[in-house]
């Protein structure tokens, strides 16, 4: 088993910045993938970034020269610093955890852009 908890969320004006942050514990294998995805009201969930257990990162378009996905050395927390933030940018975002036996989801956090 593994758990994911997420943190970070919260209210934020646009071009504003928010650090999200997911803590992963239980069975971890070192081949994996990390990411984050999000899902707009009245929206299919998206997948926003990933990071591979080799440290290769990929983005959806939308994020690109926004967002940085990124995870501490021990391999047990990944982030996404989100920086010049849009109204459209406003979901539940939702970490994500799979190896080649499972995948995992966390609960979710709430970023809300708004002015």
């Known amino acids: 088993q593994v758990q994911l908890v997420e943190s970070g969320g919260g209210l934020v004006q646009p071009g504003g910045s928010l650090r999200l942050s997911c803590v992963v514990s239980g069975s971890i294998f070192s081949i994996n993938v990390m990411g984050w995805y999000r899902q707009a009201p009245g929206k299919e969930r998206e997948l926003v970034a990933v990071?591979?257990?080799?440290?290769?990162?990929d983005y959806v378009d939308s994020v690109k020269g926004r967002f940085t996905i990124s995870r501490d050395n021990a391999k047990t927390t990944i982030y996404l610093q989100m920086n010049s933030l849009k109204p459209e940018d406003t979901a539940v975002y939702y970490c994500?955890?799979?190896?080649?036996?499972?995948?995992?989801w966390g609960k979710g956090t709430l970023a809300t852009v708004s002015s």
């Open positions: 994500n955890y799979r190896d080649v036996h499972s995948e995992y």
């Open positions: 990071i591979r257990g080799g440290g290769s990162t």
